[in-house]
């Protein structure tokens, strides 16, 4: 059973969502082929200058992506993700070219680089959560030389083989997240930034803010679904809906403050400095934990009927709910609690 939400509401006073954008006519949201995905992201990615928005147009742009198909939003979110990365070394992207940006180094697993005559590079290694693989036509990937050091690299990887077998769960496949072997040679020429540029840039940290934004995006997406689930809600069902909406507009202030924070820079009463780290940290947790509340309360909310008819419903809590287990709740913990950082 397919429910149709009404048409977009602001959901929050505080924290009005952007409304989601038009997907092509008959998209077959939850099993679309490649072509009918290139189309669709080529689409909702047109009409802007991805790598010269500001922080906060960035983050309503994301907003907006999360809130109208969440595993298109995680694929959209990594093309932006690559060009900007690619401005900020001064570089071009290829004209036309869908972008991601593989990076994952999940189970010791990565790609090592060993310099060959003439200035070329012999890669191998396995990607893992390499999403978009069979449908990108190229990845911004940092490979690893032997000294520890690493290079970042636009890479061609339309024809790279990808094993799709070790994706066990329902959860985002329409991301087409895989598995990537990578055994060729490139050219010094597809090197983009310096040595360890990816890690070291000032836009690293920063850059999980729009992750982050996409997941609230799509938090307000499985809102819309719910809503549509419940127009007239039992007092119980209203309490839930109510939390929801809190949560919502928690996750959304978050991330906006945080992108305004981004786009005024350095204080120079301050002495000019910020814990970017510290900083994108602290987005990233508070907008996790304010999702993944939302989430559990989407659960009680659909019940088994709307988790297992609802199509929507169905797709939506746990693509969302895989999407932002990117991010490690103990790990970001333990880092926001170091004392040097109490400031």
Same mark, same amino acid.
């Given at each position: 059973?397919?429910?149709?939400?009404?048409?977009?509401?602001?959901?929050?006073?505080?924290?009005?969502?952007?409304?989601?954008?038009?997907?092509?006519?008959?998209?077959?949201?939850?099993?679309?082929?490649?072509?009918?995905?290139?189309?669709?992201?080529?689409?909702?990615?047109?009409?802007?200058? !991805?790598?010269?928005?500001?922080?906060?147009?960035?983050?309503?742009?994301?907003? +907006?992506?999360?809130?109208?198909?969440?595993?298109?939003?995680?694929?959209?979110?990594?093309?932006?993700?690559?060009?900007?990365?690619?401005?900020?070394?001064?570089?071009?992207?290829?004209?036309?070219?869908?972008? +991601?940006?593989?990076?994952?180094?999940?189970?010791?697993?990565?790609?090592?680089?060993?310099?060959?005559? +003439?200035?070329?590079?012999?890669?191998?290694?396995?990607?893992?959560?390499?999403?978009?693989?069979?449908?990108?036509?190229?990845?911004?990937?940092?490979?690893?030389?032997?000294?520890?050091?690493?290079? =970042?690299?636009?890479?061609?990887? #339309?024809?790279?083989? &990808?094993?799709?077998?070790?994706?066990?769960?329902?959860?985002?496949?329409?991301?087409?997240?895989?598995?990537?072997?990578?055994?060729?040679?490139?050219?010094?020429?597809?090197?983009?930034?310096?040595?360890?540029?990816?890690?070291?840039?000032?836009? /690293?940290?920063?850059?999980? &803010?729009?992750?982050?934004?996409?997941?609230?995006?799509? #938090?307000?997406?499985?809102?819309?679904?719910?809503?549509?689930?419940?127009?007239?809600?039992?007092?119980?069902?209203?309490?839930?809906?109510?939390?929801?909406?809190?949560?919502?507009?928690?996750?959304?202030?978050? &991330? @906006?403050?945080?992108?305004?924070?981004?786009?005024?820079?350095?204080?120079? @009463?301050?002495?000019?400095?910020?814990? !970017?780290?510290?900083?994108?940290?602290?987005?990233?947790?508070?907008?996790?934990?304010?999702?993944?509340?939302?989430?559990?309360?989407?659960?009680?909310?659909? +019940?088994?009927?709307? =988790?297992?008819?609802?199509?929507? =419903?169905?797709?939506?809590?746990?693509?969302?709910?895989?999407?932002?287990?990117?991010?490690?709740?103990?790990?970001?913990? /333990?880092?926001?609690?170091?004392?040097?950082?109490?400031?």
């Amino acid at each position: 059973m397919t429910r149709t939400p009404p048409e977009p509401a602001l959901l929050t006073q505080t924290q009005p969502i952007p409304a989601p954008a038009g997907l092509p006519a008959g998209y077959p949201r939850h099993a679309p082929d490649v072509s009918q995905q290139r189309d669709a992201l080529q689409r909702l990615l047109a009409g802007r200058a !991805w790598s010269a928005r500001s922080w906060s147009e960035l983050i309503e742009d994301l907003l +907006g992506l999360g809130r109208t198909d969440i595993p298109l939003a995680r694929l959209a979110e990594g093309h932006v993700d690559a060009l900007r990365i690619l401005a900020q070394a001064d570089r071009r992207p290829h004209p036309r070219a869908l972008y +991601g940006v593989w990076a994952s180094r999940s189970q010791q697993t990565g790609i090592r680089a060993v310099p060959e005559l +003439g200035g070329r590079l012999r890669l191998e290694g396995v990607l893992r959560f390499a999403s978009g693989a069979g449908l990108l036509d190229r990845a911004l990937v940092p490979v690893w030389l032997d000294d520890g050091k690493h290079l =970042l690299l636009d890479l061609d990887v #339309a024809g790279l083989p &990808v094993d799709a077998g070790g994706w066990h769960t329902g959860a985002m496949t329409a991301s087409r997240t895989h598995q990537v072997r990578v055994d060729v040679d490139v050219s010094a020429d597809d090197q983009v930034g310096d040595v360890d540029f990816y890690l070291q840039r000032p836009g /690293f940290f920063p850059g999980g &803010v729009g992750v982050a934004a996409c997941w609230v995006g799509g #938090a307000a997406r499985v809102l819309d679904l719910v809503h549509a689930l419940h127009p007239q809600p039992s007092p119980a069902q209203q309490i839930r809906l109510g939390r929801m909406r809190i949560d919502l507009s928690v996750a959304a202030a978050t &991330v @906006r403050s945080t992108a305004a924070l981004l786009d005024r820079g350095p204080d120079p @009463r301050a002495g000019g400095e910020v814990d !970017w780290h510290a900083l994108s940290t602290e987005a990233r947790a508070g907008a996790a934990e304010a999702v993944r509340r939302l989430i559990g309360d989407s659960r009680l909310l659909s +019940g088994p009927a709307g =988790l297992a008819m609802d199509e929507g =419903l169905a797709h939506a809590v746990p693509d969302l709910e895989l999407y932002v287990l990117q991010q490690n709740s103990d790990g970001d913990a /333990f880092a926001l609690g170091d004392p040097r950082r109490r400031r």
